[in-house]
């Protein structure tokens, strides 16, 4: 079999590649060894998402108690999941159809390099003109005795019953919405994170405001908390911790790997494809090309060029696709990419923290407060809400901004449109945002 292009991978990077390669007439096949769709869809943002939509009924109901509205709601967790499955069930096979009324070839199988343009798939050797590596990432090992009994997002996403005690090893974006979601739903929920606090990618004080809805919600957050060792103990776990010198135990009926994740490359025999990549990490010039092997390109999370999130992953492909038709030409660009971790309420942020413009030595206007008072937050009784704006000395444009309250996961967009097109502060506050929504305070912060 011979192709003029072999995907490896059938989520957001391989899905976008593929029809545009396949849209100028090229030969394409798509190869996935899970169901189609990727992690997005079935396993990740989409689904996590939906679980969220019925605990945000329980948010609200918590803060508007007292406030004209009475009575408790409680989360049905079998039938919250029975919901996200109206949307992920369907999904591999409207993928698939698309693929066929496209005349996209399609394998479920694992694929693994056997020559710098050749494939193992289904025990078939395939020819590829070009190859894409659009494989994504899988959990990091930790290389800890009993890591065997974490569960993975996959896992959480997919419980039909939810445990009673559940431990979340890591402290970055999913145990912060994974434990918004199971507490919300009745679990006693542990974090355990080795650094010194929660959601690093985020700036300190917004954390340090979030913190607060963690604390309503009864997350028991431990930080500078390294989990060393899991143990099966009669049908639950016992996690052993490491805190400086001392060590400690948490009891689980449900421990999940929220330690950060990694290029899934392993499984790929790059080596055979003459496909160099160091420390985990495919080695790639600017056109997202194995440095190499010329027929070889990644895309998404696993390039893991930008940041591993999905509008990237689309971004990385077409940037592919336009290299692959054309010849090398287009690098990406990352800039303005807002990241949301939907906890409740959301925390957001786009372009530099206000310590990554200190260290470029970028000249800029600070401007951060914690505003409960604002109407915004007033009006859904909501205590958190607060930003930290940059704004660049001399051109104003907007270098940074960073959200926690309600609306920001929406609201970041704005700032993000702003960065990436170079509008400044004076063409955000001569906008006219529809009143009141949450775009209606963006002028006070700037
Ligand atoms: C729990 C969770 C929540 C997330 N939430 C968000 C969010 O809210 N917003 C956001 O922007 N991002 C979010 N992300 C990140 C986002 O899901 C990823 O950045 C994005 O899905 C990556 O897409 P991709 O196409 O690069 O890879 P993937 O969608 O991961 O696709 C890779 C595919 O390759 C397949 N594969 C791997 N190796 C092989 C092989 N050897 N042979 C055959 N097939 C193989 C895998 O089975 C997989 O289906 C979340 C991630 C997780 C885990
Ligand atoms: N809303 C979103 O955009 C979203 C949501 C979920 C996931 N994601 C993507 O998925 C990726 C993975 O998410 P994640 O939350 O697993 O990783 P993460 O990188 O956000 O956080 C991992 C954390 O785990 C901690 N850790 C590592 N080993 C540990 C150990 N042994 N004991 C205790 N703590 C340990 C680290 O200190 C780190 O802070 C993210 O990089 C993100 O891009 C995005």
């Not at 135990?249 to 025999?269: I, M, S």
């Not at 690098?331 to 925390?347: D, E, K, R």
């Not at 109407?375 to 270098?399: M, N, P």
Request: charged fraction near 20%; proline fraction near 5%.
């Amino acid at each position: 079999m011979n192709f003029d292009l072999v995907i490896i991978g059938s989520g957001t990077a391989a899905m976008v590649a593929a029809f545009r390669v396949r849209a100028a007439g090229w030969s394409v096949a798509i190869v996935d060894e899970k169901p189609f769709g990727g992690t997005c869809a079935l396993r990740g943002c989409d689904p996590k998402k939906m679980l969220v939509a019925g605990v945000e009924v329980v948010d609200a109901q918590r803060r508007v108690q007292g406030h004209g509205v009475a009575g408790k709601i409680h989360i049905d967790w079998a039938e919250l999941i029975r919901f996200k499955r109206t949307f992920t069930d369907p999904i591999p096979e409207k993928h698939q159809q698309r693929y066929d009324d496209k005349g996209i070839a399609t394998f479920r199988s694992r694929a693994r390099f056997v020559g710098p343009n050749t494939l193992a798939i289904n025990d078939t050797e395939v020819q590829a003109r070009h190859v894409v590596i659009a494989s994504g990432a899988k959990p990091m090992h930790l290389g800890i005795s009993g890591e065997e009994h974490l569960i993975d997002n996959e896992g959480f996403l997919q419980l039909e019953r939810l445990p009673d005690r559940i431990v979340l090893v890591g402290g970055g974006y999913i145990a912060a919405e994974f434990s918004h979601i199971a507490a919300r739903a009745g679990a006693a929920v542990t974090i355990l994170q080795r650094g010194p606090r929660l959601l690093p990618q985020f700036e300190p004080e917004l954390v340090g405001w979030l913190m607060e809805a963690f604390e309503t919600i009864g997350v028991n957050v431990r930080t500078n908390t390294e989990v060393i060792a899991i143990e099966e103990n009669g049908g639950s776990f016992i996690v052993h911790t490491r805190v400086g010198d001392e060590s400690g135990a948490v009891h689980a009926d449900l421990v999940v790997h929220a330690a950060g994740r990694t290029p899934a490359l392993e499984q790929l025999d790059l080596p055979a494809g003459g496909v160099a990549a160091e420390s985990g990490r495919l080695l790639l010039n600017e056109y997202l090309q194995s440095v190499s092997n010329p027929s070889v390109y990644a895309a998404g999370d696993a390039a893991q060029w930008g940041p591993p999130l999905t509008p990237v992953s689309s971004h990385d492909a077409k940037v592919v696709a336009a290299n692959l038709l054309d010849g090398n030409h287009s690098t990406p660009n990352y800039a303005g990419v807002p990241s949301v971790a939907f906890t409740l309420p959301p925390i957001a942020s786009v372009g530099v923290t206000e310590a990554q413009a200190r260290e470029a030595g970028l000249r800029f206007q600070l401007k951060t407060e914690r505003t409960s008072d604002w109407y915004t937050a007033r009006r859904v009784a909501e205590q958190v809400y607060g930003y930290k704006a940059l704004v660049e000395e001399g051109t104003g444009r907007i270098l940074g901004a960073h959200l926690v309250g309600p609306h920001a996961d929406e609201v970041i967009n704005l700032f993000g449109l702003a960065i990436r097109h170079g509008l400044t502060a004076d063409d955000l506050k001569s906008t006219m945002f529809a009143y009141p929504t949450g775009a209606s305070d963006i002028g006070y912060m700037l």
